[in-house]
C-alpha cells in the first residue's frame, strides 16, 4: 500500500522543526500538557489580523480610517496583559499601526482573497493554511499573477533575507499558484509596527526547494512517529532542542529542559 500523505500546516511543520519536543506535546501526546498562560504578543497579533480581515469585509465606501476604533474594539483579545493600564496603552498602539497602515491601502483594490485557506499536494505531503491576504498583481507583460502578503506585528523589523527564508510564505505562494491556477511568486512581510515591507520574488526552482525541504520535515516526523507506536522511547526520537525560544514555549512549565529557561512573564513582549 502506498504512504498516506502527511497533513500538515505552516505551523505543524514549523513547531518539529524549532524543537521536535514541541511538536510532539502539540501533536503527539494525548493528553496534550498543560500549556502556560496566554501570551499578551498573541493576543495583540489575533486582534490586529481579525481587524484587517475585517476592514476587507466592509463594503468600499466604509473602509476608512474612522472605522477602525469599532473593528478592533469588536476584535480585540484580553488575555495576556498585567493590567487594564498596559492593555489600554497597548491598544492605542495597535489602532496607530491599523491607521497609518490602512491609510497606505486603495479601498477599491480587491484581494484574490482574505484570511483564505490555500491547499495543494505532493507526493509526500497534503499541505493546507491560511494566508493573510493574497492580493492580485499584473507582471510587466501584463500576466495576472497572485502575491502572498502576511502581516506582522513583533517588535522586530524584518528585511528581505525574512521573507526569503519563510517557508510558510513560500508554501502559501506554491500552493495559491495552484489554487488560483496563476503565477505566484513575489511574497511580502508587512511590518505593521515600522511601516515597512520586506518581499522577495521567488523562482520556480526556489519554491521546489522549499517543498522539497517541507517533505524531508515530514519523512521525520513520520519517521519518529512510527518509532513510537513500535514502542520507542519518545524522548528519543523527539528531542529537545534547547535555545532562546524556550523562554517562549507554551509548553515550558512541562519539559524538563524548558523549565530551566529564564521565565518571560506573559506581557514581556508587549511593555514597553
Request: aromatic share 8%; with cysteine; glycine share 6%.
Amino acid at each position: 500500500m502506498p504512504e498516506r500523505l502527511f497533513v500538515c500546516t505552516p505551523s505543524k511543520l514549523g513547531a518539529f522543526e524549532d524543537c521536535p519536543r514541541r511538536y510532539r506535546y502539540s501533536y503527539v501526546d494525548r493528553p496534550t500538557p498543560v500549556k502556560g498562560p496566554p501570551w499578551a504578543h498573541n493576543s495583540l497579533g489575533a486582534s490586529v489580523h481579525t481587524a484587517l480581515k475585517n476592514w476587507y469585509a466592509l463594503p468600499v465606501d466604509r473602509r476608512r480610517v474612522d472605522s477602525l476604533p469599532t473593528l478592533l474594539k469588536a476584535t480585540w483579545v484580553r488575555e495576556g496583559y498585567r493590567d487594564v493600564d498596559q492593555e489600554r496603552v497597548v491598544y492605542r498602539r495597535a489602532l496607530e499601526w491599523l491607521e497609518a497602515y490602512t491609510s497606505g491601502l486603495d479601498p477599491d483594490d480587491e484581494p484574490l482573497g482574505v484570511e483564505r485557506v490555500v491547499a495543494t499536494k505532493t507526493a509526500v505531503i497534503a499541505f493546507n493554511g491560511r494566508a493573510d491576504r493574497i492580493d492580485g498583481r499584473r507582471n510587466d507583460d501584463g500576466v495576472p499573477e497572485a502575491v502572498i502578503v502576511d502581516y506582522k506585528t513583533g517588535r522586530q523589523g524584518l528585511d528581505a533575507d525574512d521573507a526569503r527564508g519563510s517557508r510558510a510564505l513560500a508554501l502559501y505562494a506554491y500552493a495559491a499558484e495552484r489554487v488560483f491556477r496563476r503565477p505566484c511568486r513575489r511574497v511580502e512581510l508587512h511590518h505593521l509596527p515600522t511601516g515597512t515591507v520586506a518581499a522577495h520574488e521567488h523562482t520556480p526552482e526556489s519554491l521546489a526547494r522549499h517543498v522539497s525541504r517541507a517533505e524531508d520535515t515530514a519523512r521525520d516526523i513520520v519517521a519518529a512517529e512510527k518509532a513510537v507506536a513500535a514502542g520507542a522511547d519518545p524522548d528519543e526520537e523527539f528531542p529537545v532542542r534547547p535555545g532562546s525560544l524556550c523562554s517562549w514555549c507554551d509548553f515550558r512549565r512541562s519539559c524538563p529542559a524548558g523549565v530551566k529557561a529564564v521565565e518571560k512573564e506573559p506581557w514581556a513582549a508587549v511593555s514597553s
